[in-house]
T-cell receptor, first 113, second 115 residues
Framework: GQNIDQPTEMTATEGAIVQINCTYQ??????LFWYQQHAGEAPTFLSY????GLEEKGRFSSFLSRSKGYSYLLLKELQMKDSASYLC??????????????FGPGTRLSVLP | KAGVTQTPRYLIKTRGQQVTLSCSPI?????VSWYQQTPGQGLQFLFE???????NKGNFPGRFSGRQFSNSRSEMNVSTLELGDSALYLC??????????????FGSGTRLTVV
């Protein structure tokens, strides 16, 4: 089956660093994505990993270990506006052209002053 | 470049009725996927359309259906609405290039409430 796990909720302080973990078990793998979703809004793309290692994008970094079925999203210098849900999603190759995304339940991050 | 447009934004329907939701993808994107999002279940995949054909389908009953037009716009229909269908319905468009590093672009969603 396909399964993606993330912590349900996390709390951190403004200016701090927080790491959101994601573990996955999927029948196929063709990339792992992180999305940010503010309450009442659409998810927006944050990062993409397809090879093992760390991808850095400003205050946000994402890490992938395919052998361990593990990823994390690292947020540095937290700001109040980072309070949102963070969704981990695995793209599973369904056919030569297709793609199917499996989403985790999301981690609700609260940034406190 | 216009984003993904979903209409309507909010909808209130009565049990037993049917509803049609619309999604216009980003220009040039030919793949449209639909998701249901609820607090308890997270994002659940409904189906994907590409070139007017359903390519993938999630584990939802036959009351949920969709279609795609030649201009890539897509509609989703839910018949015989149930209270449990109350959710945020998200449309996502993509290039459907299997190695695309960009994944999906989501619309703002349609918030459906069934009373």
């Amino acid at each position: 089956g396909q399964n993606i796990d993330q912590p349900t909720e996390m709390t951190a302080t403004e200016g701090a660093i927080v790491q959101i973990n994601c573990t996955y078990q999927t029948s196929g793998f063709n990339g792992l994505f992180w999305y940010q979703q503010h309450a009442g809004e659409a998810p927006t793309f944050l990062s993409y990993n397809v090879l093992d290692g760390l991808e850095e994008k400003g205050r946000f970094s994402s890490f992938l270990s395919r052998s361990k079925g593990y990823s994390y999203l690292l947020l540095k210098e937290l700001q109040m506006k980072d309070s949102a849900s963070y969704l981990c999603a695995v793209r599973d190759k369904t056919d030569n052209y297709g793609q199917n995304f499996v989403f985790g339940p999301g981690t609700r991050l609260s940034v406190l002053p | 470049k216009a984003g993904v447009t979903q209409t309507p934004r909010y909808l209130i329907k009565t049990r037993g009725q049917q509803v049609t939701l619309s999604c216009s993808p980003i220009s040039g994107h030919r793949s449209v996927s639909w998701y249901q999002q609820t607090p308890g279940q997270g994002l659940q995949f409904l189906f994907e359309y590409f070139s007017e054909t359903q390519r993938n389908k999630g584990n939802f009953p036959g009351r949920f259906s969709g279609r795609q037009f030649s201009n890539s716009r897509s509609e989703m229909n839910v018949s015989t609405l149930e209270l449990g269908d109350s959710a945020l319905y998200l449309c996502a468009s993509s290039l459907r290039w299997v190695d695309s590093p960009y994944g999906y672009t989501f619309g703002s969603g349609t918030r459906l409430t069934v009373v």
